[in-house]
């Protein structure tokens, strides 16, 4: 843990449903509802909106609850879009952590995720159609937020749903500046650096057994992947002339190559750092995990946050972007062979492996925090 536990309090809120991947934690744990995942991949895959207002409401209340009972002096949310309301309601600071790519001062264009549309148009037409309905699509997506905000006094932030995804006192990137185009960022929006997570997991019982004598891959679509297209990517894998740990995330394979090693689940950070590729669903997670390793990335993408950090990855040439709605074992094969065998692409990985490892995320954090400590009457923060 970055804060000092001698002057800091911490406590971590999440559904209890997570709390085996988390493991053993130095801080108290408070039990703290969200939607069902598939409600929320659902949601994605659709294009509606992750949450509606009775929801967003339902969520107010319960961060009140909490805020109530534990008094903190900083709440610190990770994509909990009531804390827009509920934090400011409750008069405490709030950091919110995010990605840059989401930021509204970030320089890029919007590629069109997997969606219906693309079947029924094709993709280069449906993109088109896309980039003109975008921005209403994205005052769609952030009128829940803006109606819950009118109902407690507080302002709207319009249209553009990047507002609504970065509304903070202190929004916090978990990348580097190097990663994105953000020239003009206002002076409370911080880069932190990237924020590398695994799961709480033994290892399986065949990491020490694996052959050393092909190229190591690592394959992972984790929780917003598009599961269906994990069964491709093993049937790519198994004409070439590597060798895969693959975590599944719990999904049921029938049989897999003798080149594949399966778990539910990998520490990815230790995997990561194993393999020559690592093959992934596209999110900013697991690509940093490759990155900050100097291994080149493979997404196959599906939603739109997926989509924008792949296009970061592709345009400093540290990995390749594949449509999961049309990625074929083929494609696969043809990709995974493109970025094992160009040098550039471990080049440009190595590079940003480089960049990552000048960016300290827990001392940047401890010092924002810092910055907010209580003068008089209190131990230190309590987050």
């Known amino acids: 843990m970055a804060l000092d536990p001698a002057r800091h309090a911490v406590f971590f809120a999440s559904d209890p449903r ?40 339902r969520y107010v209340r319960d961060d009140l609850e909490l805020i109530s009972a534990v008094r903190p002096h900083l709440v610190v949310g990770d994509f909990r879009l009531s804390l827009s309301v509920s934090a400011r309601l409750a008069g405490v600071p709030y950091f919110s952590i995010t990605n840059s790519y989401w930021s509204p001062y970030a320089r890029q264009r919007f590629p069109l995720p997997t969606h219906p549309l693309a079947q029924l148009l094709g993709v280069s037409a449906a993109q088109a159609l896309f980039r003109l309905v975008r921005p209403i699509v994205f005052a769609l997506h952030a009128r829940p937020l803006n109606r819950l905000r009118r109902e407690h006094g ?43 997570w695994s799961p709480n997991v033994p290892l399986p019982d065949w990491w020490e057994e694996i052959p050393g004598d092909r190229p190591l891959l690592y394959v992972t679509l984790g929780s917003s992947g598009l599961h269906r ?26 049989t897999h190559p003798e080149n594949v090693f ?3 689940y990998l520490p990815g950070e230790a995997a990561a750092a194993r393999a020559q590729l690592v093959i992934c669903n596209g999110g900013s997670p697991t690509s940093q995990q490759a990155l ?4 080149p990335v493979l997404g196959i993408a599906s939603n739109l946050d997926q989509f924008l950090n792949m296009q970061a990855v592709e345009a ?17 094969r043809r990709a995974a062979t493109t970025l094992l ?5 471990r080049d440009s990985a190595r590079g940003l492996a480089g960049i990552f490892a000048r960016y300290d ?3 940047r954090f401890s010092e924002l925090v810092a910055g907010l400590r209580p003068k008089t009457g209190a131990r230190g923060a309590r987050c």
Do not use: K, Q, W
């Open 229 to 254: 297209a994990l069964p491709p990517i093993i049937d790519a894998l198994a004409d070439l002339p590597v060798t895969a740990m693959v975590a599944t995330a719990g999904v049921a394979l029938r």
């Open 18 to 57: 997570f709390n085996a991947l988390l493991g053993a934690l130095p801080f108290p744990l408070r039990p703290l509802e969200s939607i069902e995942s598939s409600r929320f991949f659902t949601a994605l895959a659709n294009g509606t909106p992750i949450y509606d207002l009775p929801t967003l409401r």
């Open 154 to 196: 507080l302002p709207s932030l319009g249209s553009d749903l990047r507002r609504v995804y970065t509304d903070a006192d202190h929004t916090l990137y978990a990348d580097v500046p190097e990663f994105l185009d953000l020239p003009f960022l206002p002076a409370h929006h911080h880069f932190l650096g990237p924020l590398l």
């Open 262 to 264: 399966t778990a539910n």
């Open 292 to 295: 900050a390793a100097g291994v």
């Open 341 to 345: 065998g160009n040098p550039a692409f």
């Open 316 to 332: 400093h040439g540290a990995g390749l972007c594949l449509r999961a709605d049309r990625a074929m074992p083929a494609d696969i």
């Open 361 to 363: 995320s827990g001392r």
